[in-house]
């Protein structure tokens, strides 16, 4: 595969990424020990692999961020969606953000 600058991973089979889109997803959920992998489910079920994930546990609550690039508004919006549905979370932010490429 690529070196550190290859980019993001998906096995969707999309070759364009959707034109340097990246989603930021932030959630704060209780520290239960099946949540990481939970919260990491809703990605691989629709075949996106994350660029970053950080969890840490902060104040009795575990913080959970997970970077994605070339996802879409509607699928990035709908994996929030399902974060803030699953027991134990208590709040989730969504960032969507777009970077040009260098001239």
Not at 31 to 58: E, Q, T
Not at 89 to 102: D, P
Request: include cysteine.
């Amino acid at each position: 595969m690529g070196g550190p600058c290859a980019g993001p991973v998906t096995t969707n089979g999309m070759d364009v990424l959707m034109a340097g889109w990246q989603a930021s997803f932030a959630a704060q959920a209780e520290p239960d020990p099946g949540m990481l992998i939970r919260i990491l489910n809703l990605f691989a079920v629709r075949d996106h692999v994350p660029n970053r994930v950080r969890s840490r546990l902060l104040g009795g609550q575990l913080q959970v961020e997970v970077d994605v690039a070339g996802l879409g508004d509607a699928d990035a919006e709908l994996i929030a969606q399902r974060m803030r549905a699953l027991v134990g979370v208590r709040q989730v932010r969504l960032e969507q953000m777009r970077w040009r490429a260098a001239a």
